[in-house]
């Protein structure tokens, strides 16, 4: 089953390799969308791709900043993207 995920992430994310983290894991997980910075400090992450990948890559992002606080939605694809993108 394919899907999209959100999550904002709060905590120790921007200037720690949060973005480059999660692009490398999207693309190991063979998931497009992309990764930003948002104005407040926090990161955005969108990814699309199948359930079970998009589940591990909130698992492999919490090993990696284990300090970091998820807030994530799960829902239909909307906009499709191709790759994974930073912004």
């Known amino acids: 089953m394919h899907g999209e ?3 904002v992430v709060r905590g120790r994310v921007q200037g ?4 480059r983290t999660a692009r490398r894991l999207g693309e190991q997980l ?14 955005e992450v969108c990814a699309q791709g199948a ?12 090993r990696e ?4 606080s998820f807030e994530t939605v799960y829902r239909q694809v909307g ?3 191709s790759g ?4």
């Open 65 to 68: 900043f284990p300090t970091a």
């Open 51 to 62: 359930r079970d990948h998009l589940e591990e890559l909130i698992v492999r992002l919490k």
């Open 30 to 43: 063979q998931l497009s969308g992309f990764v930003r910075n948002l104005p407040e400090g926090s990161v």
């Open 79 to 81: 906009q499709k993207y």
């Open 16 to 19: 720690v390799g949060f973005r």
């Open 84 to 87: 994974f993108t930073i912004f």
């Open 5 to 7: 995920l959100l999550a």
